[in-house]
């Protein structure tokens, strides 16, 4: 079984996350993380490979304070798609920028 384990203080990394799960054997831990800033995004996910664990995971982590924060342990719900969002154009064939003017580096002054 699959679990969401969210409201995680965004200093705790992976190897915490581990640890305060190691007791219910999970076989995968991720925390998600800002693909930019490299830092938490504040949730992960555990996959428990046995329901009795899962459950017992999800009775005593949900609601446990860690940090300063309340956890929030649930059965993972699977990603819903995304509806695909219009591509944004650049100004068309007028090149990258839409010839909206701001550089004079290429042009000669005539008097």
């Known amino acids: 079984m699959k679990l969401h384990i969210g409201n995680l203080p965004f200093s705790v990394g992976e190897d915490e996350l581990k640890n305060l799960l190691s007791a219910y054997s999970p076989d995968e831990v991720t925390l998600i993380k800002d693909k930019f800033s490299g830092r938490s995004k504040g949730f992960g996910f555990a996959n428990i490979p046995s329901d009795e664990d899962a459950q017992k995971a999800i009775s005593e982590l ?50």
């Open 62 to 111: 949900n609601g446990k304070d860690m940090g300063g924060r309340e956890l929030k342990v649930s059965e993972a719900r699977p990603m819903e798609e995304r509806p695909e969002r219009p591509r944004r154009s650049f100004g068309g064939d007028r090149g990258f920028g839409g010839n909206r003017g701001g550089g004079n580096f290429n042009r000669q002054r005539r008097y």
